[in-house]
């Protein structure tokens, strides 16, 4: 495949972008809007352009697939699936699991609308579900919101390091907008780095004593530590791994808060209202977990309001109100059901505000 | 049948660790670790075999048997050995699951784990009862057994018949090794008294080394061990054993139901 200039949908981006960052084994299970990612990697097993690439298999449902990745992964394996709301909801049983085990490997959730069966369109409404914790017990999901095919085609790569960096499993959170959008993209140079899984991995206990891969502990106090280590581990990806984008936001008087898709039309946005002489600007979480919370706490501490927009009834909302506290101005503009929110409505909401705190 | 052909090693076993079991007086749980770490100790498969541990009274096998584990959610050991023996082809991987693990919560697992010819290996314990929840209908229960969700008897016209799991498997094109064995004593009437035989037993180890000797040849073995659970069957342990042999191996009797490879005949 060229690496430059490569016009490919979202969920193909992913897929291709998984690849480059040395995938081991995909397991699937089949739900729109996410099937071009299964899709793709069936296409592509076998293509001796990706030699680590060793194996693809069908499963019989969302459990049974999770559970494969779960197995390949405690083999020290890069292990991947992907899916749609209604199946991540099923993963996290898995996923609670994994994250007891300290299992490193990537899921990529293209996000519809819900609850339930919902519809196939766009929404954000997977953000409490990936953030914090969907599953059972305490832990984290380290989350990446891709704004763009290009950062679908890229983020494999953070998130498989990051995964194997602090053995947990890692999210890509897109959505059906993102999936089925089609952009030029490129696939930089890239050589994932290796990490040495020797210590943990159940390959066979051969002259060393056994490996136990087990999120079962019945002595409380030993697993009062246990789970106390996996979130001193999280501090140091709270402390070290934070990514986010701020545009234009020194200056501003406003800042609008969007991940995803919802940044992408926030940037617009910004762009038209900034040749009118509006000082908007755009503060754009790229890991929603773990949150920028120091640069949204600065932001409020220089007195500017908020505007958070998200395609759901406001659940990032949460986190930044927790982030910038009681005494700024937090509004929020939410479209859920499929619904996408235009630039004018973003706009003439940024109005309101703007006539509201004079 | 003479001492000659008993062959469960006695002594230390190099795939057990030194650790006493949690299992109850008189369950089979504790044979069957036996059976399985002898097998693997006299194949010398040890160091290659990462065992899944599934969710019953099976989970806590880490504790017993010296080799890799991974502690699977419950019924869901199938696909997490898939997805370890896919990527690792070179090792054994084996799962302890119980009725309720395997033949309930985790069917399709078990089912789809066959049907793909998985070459892993699947020893299904089946005591008619959810044992570590303390006692409740499984899919195995007898019609009419007592639990504790079936404090009247399990009544076959609301929850079903006993499901046969080998019976199951035994239609699946893709099970190479598919065997029904038990684990319990049996209790024979002679002129001078009553004696008790370990046949069935030394039968079930058989089946223990062909289901790993099938799964180093490429296929999915299974092997179902009818065993008691006299604590909540509520009966003592020499009742819950003749329980299996007048009642339990009426409805699920033993037997071979495929061997592709041929192994017992071997």
Request: neutral net charge.
């Amino acid at each position: 495949m060229p690496k430059q200039h490569v016009y490919l949908k979202g969920n193909e981006a992913v897929a291709y972008g998984a690849l480059e960052a040395g995938l081991n084994a995909y397991f699937a299970y089949p739900i729109t809007p996410s099937s071009e990612i299964p899709e793709t990697l069936a296409k592509e097993f076998g293509n001796k352009e990706y030699p680590e690439y060793k194996f693809f298999l069908q499963a019989a449902s969302e459990l049974e697939a999770i559970n494969m990745v779960l197995g390949a992964a405690s083999g020290g394996a890069r292990a991947m699936t992907a899916t749609s709301s209604p199946g991540f909801s099923l993963k996290q049983e898995a996923l609670s699991y994994a994250a007891g085990m300290e299992l490193p490997f990537l899921i990529v959730d293209i996000c519809r609308a819900g609850p339930g069966l919902g519809n196939l369109g766009p929404e954000q409404s997977d953000y409490f579900q990936s953030t914090k914790g969907g599953g059972h017990g305490n832990y984290h999901l380290i989350v990446l919101a891709p704004a763009s095919v290009q950062e679908m085609a890229l983020f494999p790569r953070i998130g498989f390091d990051l995964a194997f960096k602090y053995r947990n499993p890692a999210l890509i959170l897109g959505d059906s907008f993102i999936g089925q959008l089609k952009e030029d993209v490129e696939f930089p140079e890239f050589e994932p780095q290796r990490y040495d899984v020797s210590s943990w991995a159940t390959t066979g206990a051969k002259n060393r004593p056994p490996h136990v891969l087990n999120s079962l502990e019945l002595d409380y106090q030993k697993h009062y530590k246990h789970v106390g280590k996996i979130f001193e581990k999280y501090k140091q990806v709270e402390a070290n791994e934070v990514l986010y984008e701020a545009y234009h936001t020194e200056d501003a008087e406003t800042v609008i808060v969007a991940f995803g898709i919802a940044a992408r039309i926030a940037k617009g946005v910004v762009n038209n209202l900034r040749k009118k002489g509006i000082k908007v600007g755009l503060l754009r979480p790229i890991t929603l977990w773990p949150f920028p919370k120091k640069p949204l706490r600065k932001l409020a501490s220089e007195g500017k309001r908020f505007l958070v927009v998200e395609l759901n009834t406001g659940q990032m909302l949460q986190d930044v109100k927790l982030a910038t506290g009681d005494s700024v101005t937090v509004d929020f503009l939410g479209r859920w059901g499929g619904v996408v929110p235009t630039e004018s409505e973003m706009e003439s909401k940024l109005r309101r505000l703007e006539m509201v705190a004079v | 049948m003479s001492q000659t052909t008993l062959k469960v090693k006695v002594g230390k076993l190099l795939s057990l660790t030194d650790n006493p079991t949690h299992y109850c007086a008189g369950c089979e749980h504790g044979t069957l670790t036996r059976l399985i770490a002898s097998a693997m100790d006299e194949l010398g498969i040890r160091e290659k075999t990462v065992m899944i541990d599934s969710v019953g009274c099976s989970v806590l096998a880490y504790n017993y048997f010296n080799c890799d584990h991974i502690v699977a959610a419950h019924g869901r050991a199938p696909a997490v050995a898939t997805g370890l023996k896919r990527v690792r082809p070179d090792l054994m991987v084996f799962t302890v699951q119980g009725d309720g693990d395997a033949a309930s919560i985790g069917l399709l697992e078990l089912i789809y784990a066959a049907q793909r010819g998985t070459p892993i290996t699947v020893f299904l314990v089946n005591n008619s009862i959810y044992g570590m929840t303390g006692g409740q209908m499984a899919p195995t229960t007898l019609a009419g057994q007592v639990t504790t969700t079936t404090p009247y008897g399990r009544d076959p016209v609301l929850t079903g018949t006993e499901l046969d799991a080998s019976k199951m498997l035994s239609g699946i094109e893709g099970a190479a090794y598919v065997k029904r064995a038990s684990l319990v004593v049996t209790e024979l009437e002679s002129q001078r008294g009553k004696l008790y035989t370990i046949k069935n037993i030394l039968d079930a180890k058989k089946s223990v080394e062909n289901a790993f000797k099938v799964q180093a040849l490429g296929g999915f073995t299974f092997v179902e061990f009818l065993s008691t659970c006299s604590i909540n069957w509520k009966m003592s342990i020499l009742e819950s054993k003749r329980y299996v042999q007048e009642h339990t191996m009426k409805k699920f009797p033993l037997g071979l139901y495929r061997d592709t490879f041929g192994v017992e005949k071997k």
